[in-house]
């Protein structure tokens, strides 16, 4: 099974501190989560992947503008046209209950609707690869540890499908982040997945390998701050 990780797109940011450049300037400046968008899309499709993980944060607020929720509509029905599924979760900014007015999205997109955990199942040719974890802030913070939440195998060598977790929010030893959904690394290792896609911390990491777990980082730079590889990971698993 072959699928990139990102997350904290941040869709449609102000970018309120660059305003005193040239208006030209900073309309290209405006546009850049977009042109960030466009090139994962092209990435998705080059590499032939078989979904996209979303990890939180695909806005830049709660209040989500139409122009982004538009944009983003049009790649993801870019990416059914190459039959590339898209599963999704809402992080602190973009909260679910900050947004009155969301945009249906193709069928090809799967969101984690709940703080609940939920799991979709992807399949490819009547078989399925893969079983996703993921939950979605329902309101501005999570402040507990939802790790137990994820029931995941037991023994996954004695199961065929891959199970990959998704989860937005930051190791508890962290100081330097707004902590919400705290989590130990031991707790995500002992859980026996197959991989971990992290979102919320803007810096990519790598934090464990066998399994991996991995923060992407934010695929556009929002300040001086910011600098340093942005995008995505292609990750392919197999047994």
């Not at 992947?49 to 538009?70: C, P, R, T, W, Y």
């Not at 329902?138 to 939802?146: P, Q, S, T, Y």
């Not at 030893?173 to 026996?192: G, I, M, S, W």
């Amino acid at each position: 099974v072959s699928f990139l990780h990102a997350a904290d797109l941040h869709l449609d940011s102000p970018f309120n501190g660059l305003r005193h450049v040239p208006k030209h300037i900073f309309n290209d400046i405006r546009e850049s989560t977009f042109v960030a968008l466009d090139r994962l899309v092209s990435t998705a499709i080059h590499k032939k992947v078989d979904f996209i993980l979303l990890v939180g944060d695909l806005f830049d607020n709660e209040k989500q503008s139409l122009k982004a929720q538009v944009r983003l509509k049009r790649a993801f029905e870019k990416l059914q046209k190459y039959h590339i599924d898209v599963f999704l979760s809402y992080g602190n900014h973009d909260y679910i209950n900050g947004n009155i007015y969301p945009v249906e999205y193709p069928n090809n997109v799967h969101i984690f609707s709940t703080e609940d955990i939920q799991t979709f199942v992807y399949t490819k040719n009547e078989q399925d690869l893969a079983i996703i974890y993921g939950f979605s802030y329902e309101n501005r913070a999570v402040l507990e540890n939802k790790v137990s939440e994820f029931n995941g195998p037991i023994q996954k060598e004695s199961l065929s499908p891959f199970h990959i977790a998704m989860l937005h929010g930051s190791i508890e030893t962290n100081t330097t982040h707004d902590r919400y959904a705290p989590f130990q690394l031991k707790e995500l290792v002992d859980k026996n997945m197959d991989y971990w896609a992290l979102g919320h911390i803007h810096q990519r990491d790598i934090l464990h390998e066998d399994p991996f777990v991995i923060y992407p980082g934010n695929i556009q730079g929002r300040h001086r701050k910011e600098t340093g590889e942005k995008g995505c990971y292609h990750v392919v698993l197999s047994q």
